[in-house]
T-cell receptor, first 115, second 115 residues
Framework: GAVVSQHPSWVICKSGTSVKIECRSL??????MFWYRQFPKQSLMLMAT?????????EQGVEKDKFLINHASLTLSTLTVTSAHPEDSSFYIC???????????FGQGTRLTVV | GENVEQHPSTLSVQEGDSAVIKCTYS??????FPWYKQELGKRPQLIID?????GEKKDQRIAVTLNKTAKHFSLHITETQPEDSAVYFC??????????????FGAGTRLAVHP
């Protein structure tokens, strides 16, 4: 199957700082990627759709100025959590599909802890 | 937008028994319904999926059924084994993402298979 890789796998940052998470499609080009957030023992919640070369589309209730998404190439989307606070601590995970109407492949996720 | 409900939230079975997890969705335009298995701290892994033009699909011990009229779909695991213990998520793919799978997840079912 296709491979989606995230970096870093885990990160600890101080309150008020920003953190960048990378999502790469290693063996295919992805014009569209999706970002999800998962709190402990909860489901994956869709945050935004990342579109190569254009602005991301955010789900209702997700602050676009806080969660900056940049999809500058066909293999890389980044999520920057700005001015992080402890309540932003969560598991962030991305997904992408090689082709339309095919299986979505997930990155391994990034566990963010804000102290 | 799409809303997916999943039941039960927890399920405990004896090894060898069957397990059934049920989901309902709200958007009649949704056309792709995957099921994921997620182990603690890991990425979701696709175990089976079904498209809206099919009523049932089977892969060894796992089967999925879809009732488009009622807007519900179910996961059936037969001859359960302890290694089936995990959290299972159903999802529905909305139709507004250019064919790429923008997934809305159910709340998850924690399955425990006891030897």
């Amino acid at each position: 199957g296709a491979v989606v890789s995230q970096h870093p796998s885990w990160v600890i940052c101080k309150s008020g700082t920003s953190v960048k998470i990378e999502c790469r499609s290693l063996d295919f080009q992805a014009t569209t990627m999706f970002w999800y957030r998962q709190f402990p023992k909860q489901s994956l919640m869709l945050m935004a759709t990342s579109n190569e070369g254009s602005k991301a589309t955010y789900e209702q209730g997700v602050e676009k100025d806080k969660f900056l998404i940049n999809h500058a190439s066909l293999t890389l989307s980044t999520l920057t959590v700005t001015s992080a606070h402890p309540e932003d601590s969560s598991f962030y995970i991305c997904s992408a599909s090689p082709l339309r109407n095919t299986e979505a492949f997930f990155g391994q996720g990034t566990r963010l802890t804000v102290v | 937008g799409e809303n997916v409900e999943q039941h039960p939230s927890t399920l405990s079975v004896q090894e060898g028994d069957s397990a059934v997890i049920k989901c309902t969705y709200s958007d009649s335009a949704s056309n792709y319904f995957p099921w994921y298995k997620q182990e603690l701290g890991k990425r979701p892994q696709l175990i089976i999926d079904i498209r809206s033009n099919v009523g049932e699909k089977k892969d060894q011990r796992i089967a999925v059924t879809l009732n488009k009229t009622a807007k519900h779909f179910s996961l059936h695991i037969t001859e359960t084994q302890p290694e089936d213990s995990a959290v299972y998520f159903c999802a529905a793919s909305t139709s507004d993402s250019g064919g790429y799978n923008k997934l809305i997840f159910g709340a998850g079912t924690r399955l425990a298979v006891h030897p």
